[in-house]
C-alpha cells in the first residue's frame, strides 16, 4: 500500500513566522502535490512536482515555496505566515504517466495566531 | 471555466436506504474521473478511476458510473460506517486535476 506521511498532524504557529510542512512517500512516486483544503472551497493545488528539483505553480501559489531536494520528499514553505493560511493542508503523490490516482496523507491542520 | 460540481452538499440517509451521489463536469478532454472517500480528520482514500462514458466500476454497496458530462456513485443498502465525505475530480491532462467540493454523507442506523 502507498503511504504518505505528513509530519504534524496539527501544527500551531504565529503570524509572520517562516513555517515547514513535510511529506514523505514510500511508493518511489515521481509526482507529488500539496493541496489546502477550505470548507466548501474543496481541494486547491498549491504546488506540485514531477521531479527532484523540479515545481510547477498550481492554482494558488501565492505566500507559499516548496522544495523538492529528494525524490521521496516534498516540502512546504509559508514564507511569513498569515492568518489566512489557516487550513488544512493535504499531500498527495502519484505514478507518473496517464491518468492516475494520487494518493494522499492525512493531513497538517495549521492554525495561523 | 472547467468546474466540478458535486450534488448534494449533504445527504442524510437511514440504513438500507440507497442513493446516489452525483458529480458533474465541464472539463474537455477528459482523461480520468476519480472518487475518493474522506473520513473526518484524514486525507482522501481512492476508491475508483472512471476513464470513459459507460465505464462501472464497484466496491462493496458502491458503484460508479460515468457519462460525457457526469458521475454517480450509487450507494445500496448503506452502513453507517458509510458515512464519509465523498469527493470528486477530474484529470484533463498535464497534471491539472480538479476536486468538486464534496457530498457529505451521513447513514443513521
Known amino acids: 500500500d502507498v503511504k504518505v506521511t505528513q509530519s504534524s498532524r496539527y501544527l500551531v504557529k504565529r503570524t509572520g513566522e517562516k513555517v515547514f510542512l513535510e511529506c514523505v512517500q514510500d511508493m518511489d512516486h515521481e509526482n507529488m502535490f500539496w493541496y489546502r483544503q477550505d470548507p466548501g472551497l474543496g481541494l486547491r493545488l498549491i504546488y506540485f512536482s514531477y521531479d527532484v528539483k523540479m515545481k510547477e505553480k498550481g492554482d494558488i501559489p501565492e505566500g507559499y515555496s516548496v522544495s523538492r531536494e529528494k525524490k521521496e520528499r516534498f516540502s512546504l514553505i509559508l514564507e511569513s505566515a498569515s492568518t489566512n493560511q489557516t487550513s488544512m493542508y493535504l499531500c498527495?503523490?502519484?505514478?507518473?504517466?496517464?491518468?492516475?490516482?494520487?494518493?494522499f496523507g492525512d493531513g497538517t491542520r495549521l492554525s495561523i495566531l | 471555466e472547467d468546474q466540478v460540481t458535486q450534488s448534494p452538499e449533504a445527504l442524510r440517509l437511514q440504513e438500507g436506504e440507497s442513493s446516489s451521489l452525483n458529480c458533474s463536469y465541464t472539463?474537455?478532454?477528459?482523461?480520468?474521473l476519480f472518487w475518493y472517500r474522506q473520513d473526518p480528520g484524514k486525507g482522501p482514500e481512492f476508491l475508483f478511476t472512471l476513464y470513459s462514458a459507460g465505464e462501472e466500476k464497484e466496491k462493496e454497496r458502491l458503484k460508479a458510473t460515468l457519462t460525457k458530462k457526469e458521475s454517480f456513485l450509487h450507494i445500496t443498502a448503506p452502513k453507517p460506517e458509510d458515512s464519509a465525505t465523498y469527493l470528486c475530480?477530474?484529470?484533463?491532462?498535464?497534471?491539472?486535476?480538479?476536486f468538486g467540493a464534496g457530498t457529505r454523507l451521513t447513514v443513521k442506523p
Open positions: 475530480a477530474v484529470h484533463q491532462g498535464s497534471n491539472d486535476m480538479r
Open positions: 472539463v474537455s478532454g477528459l482523461r480520468g
Open positions: 498527495a503523490s502519484s505514478s507518473p504517466g496517464g491518468s492516475q490516482p494520487q494518493h
